[in-house]
């Protein structure tokens, strides 16, 4: 059983969701190969922005309905967040969408307190895991990473799965944390992030990449733009599992 995956490294504009839209949807359709799931950055519709209410659209706004039709048209799953407006909240959320339409979501539980992205959103609470073609997959956002008692396996997850604006001066942080969440969990991680430089001046370098279940890299990060294919194999990811059943020595705790 296998997944095959296009991580989408871009640079974006700064609150357009119109003209990410465009750029996004250029590279999407200009790559030939199957996939069966494509992931876009953290915001991928404006940049990394406290300023919600300039880019904030609905469920059933536009750049869902994009979504929607870019996953029914080529019958492949899309996944990243993007700034939500709903019941008088603003969330960085993100958005799985089935090949059929259907959408999953996750609201981002650990927001980055260092640039206030706790003044302006509403934290999430629920945890999300994801089914889909044989994958068990656990999708979570940028600052999330540092926090690794939420990523834990208890779900027995297949793949984690990482969307960020993570930028140049820590960089290395998010090359160790990906690793150390695919050992220590003896999953799959993808890590897709932005380039160029945001209207804070902050510039990001990328480093998307993609990490076996021992820490080797499948794909190594990457600094150009760019559209990257993996492809995950679950029989060797279920026979490491079954020759090291570390995750069988796991503590038990409930999050609060």
Same mark, same amino acid.
């Given at each position: 059983?296998? #997944? ?16 990410? $839209? ?5 590279? @999407? ?6 996939? =069966?799931?494509?992931? #876009?950055? &953290? ?12 880019? /904030? ?7 869902? +309905?994009?979504?929607?039709h ?11 967040s993007?700034?939500?407006? &709903?019941n008088? %909240? ?5 958005? *799985? ?6 959408? !999953?979501?996750?609201?981002?539980? %650990?927001l980055?307190?260092? /640039? ?7 934290a999430?609470?629920? !945890? ?17 990473? $540092? ?8 779900e027995?997850?297949?793949? #984690? @799965? ?5 930028? !140049? ?6 090359? @160790? ?6 050992? &220590?969990?003896?999953?799959? /991680?993808?890590?897709?992030? $932005? ?12 480093? +998307? ?5 021992l820490?080797?890299?499948? #794909?190594?990060?990457?600094e150009?733009?760019?559209? *990257? ?5 679950k ?5 490491? $599992? ?5 995750? =069988?020595?796991?503590?038990? *705790?409930?999050?609060?």
């Amino acid at each position: 059983m296998k #997944l095959k995956i296009a991580l989408i490294q871009s640079s974006l504009t700064w609150e357009n969701p119109t003209e990410n $839209r465009s750029h996004l949807a250029q590279k @999407i359709t200009g790559f030939m190969e199957d996939v =069966d799931l494509i992931i #876009l950055p &953290e915001m991928f519709s404006s940049g990394f922005t406290m300023n919600p209410k300039t880019v /904030a659209e609905t469920m059933h706004g536009e750049t869902i +309905s994009w979504l929607q039709h870019l996953a029914k048209a080529k019958n492949w799953a899309i996944t990243g967040s993007l700034v939500i407006e &709903e019941n008088g %909240h603003f969330y960085n959320r993100l958005v *799985f969408v089935f090949p059929n339409g259907e959408i !999953k979501t996750y609201d981002k539980r %650990h927001l980055f307190t260092l /640039a206030g992205e706790d003044k302006v959103y509403t934290a999430g609470k629920e !945890k999300l895991i994801i089914d889909y073609k044989g994958f068990k997959i656990c999708p979570l956002i940028c600052y999330d990473l $540092r926090f690794p008692v939420f990523a834990r396996n208890v779900e027995n997850y297949d793949l #984690l @799965i990482y969307v960020a604006n993570w930028p !140049k001066p820590r960089v290395n942080a998010w090359d @160790i944390l990906l690793k150390a969440r695919a050992v &220590e969990n003896m999953s799959y /991680a993808i890590g897709v992030n $932005r380039i160029g430089t945001d209207s804070n001046h902050l510039e990001y370098v990328g480093h +998307s990449q993609a990490v076996d279940f021992l820490g080797n890299y499948i #794909l190594e990060p990457q600094e150009i733009e760019g559209v *990257f294919i993996v492809e995950l194999d679950k029989e060797k990811l279920l026979e490491t $599992r079954s020759k090291l059943a570390f995750l =069988d020595d796991k503590d038990k *705790f409930k999050i609060v």
